[in-house]
C-alpha cells in the first residue's frame, strides 16, 4: 500500500520536525536569552516548548512508547515493511533521530533536558501577553508630574 509508506515517511518527518523543534529551540533560547534577543521570550513559543517536552518527559516516566512511533510502526506494517529503508526523506529522518540505547538512558536523558528548559522557562522567563505595560498618553500618566 504506497499510501502507507507515504503515510509512514509523513510521520517520521513530522517526529524529526518535532525533536527539532524540542532540541533548537532550547538552543534559541539559551543562545537568545544571553543576546538580549526578544523574540526568545515570546510567550506561545515559550508555552509550547516547554508543553512539548513535558509530554515527552512524561510519557518517558510513565514507560510509554512515543505515539508517533507508534503510528509509523503501524503505516510500515501496512505497508508491508518490516525496517528501513523507505523512501529517501524517511529513512535520513529516522536515522537522525533514532539510536539504541538502554531504556533508562532516555528516561534520564528526557527528564534532565525537560528539567533544562522548565530551568530556561523559570530563569529566563516569557513575556506574558496580559501583562504587556498598557501606554498611556502624553500627560495623562498619573506617575509623571507634569
Known sequence: MPWARISADLVVLFHACFVAFVVFGMVAIVVGLVLGWSWV???????LHLSAIAVVTAQTLAGMMCPLTILENHLR???GQQTYPG?????WAHHLIFFEAEPWVF??????FGLAVAGAFLLGPPRWPWREPVK???????HHAP
Open 107 to 112: 528516561t534520564v536523558a528526557y527528564t534532565l
Open 87 to 91: 523512501a529517501f526523506i524517511g529513512y
Open 77 to 79: 506494517r501496512q505497508a
Open 136 to 142: 498611556m498618553p502624553q500627560g495623562n500618566n498619573p
Open 41 to 47: 521570550r515570546n510567550f506561545w513559543f515559550r508555552t
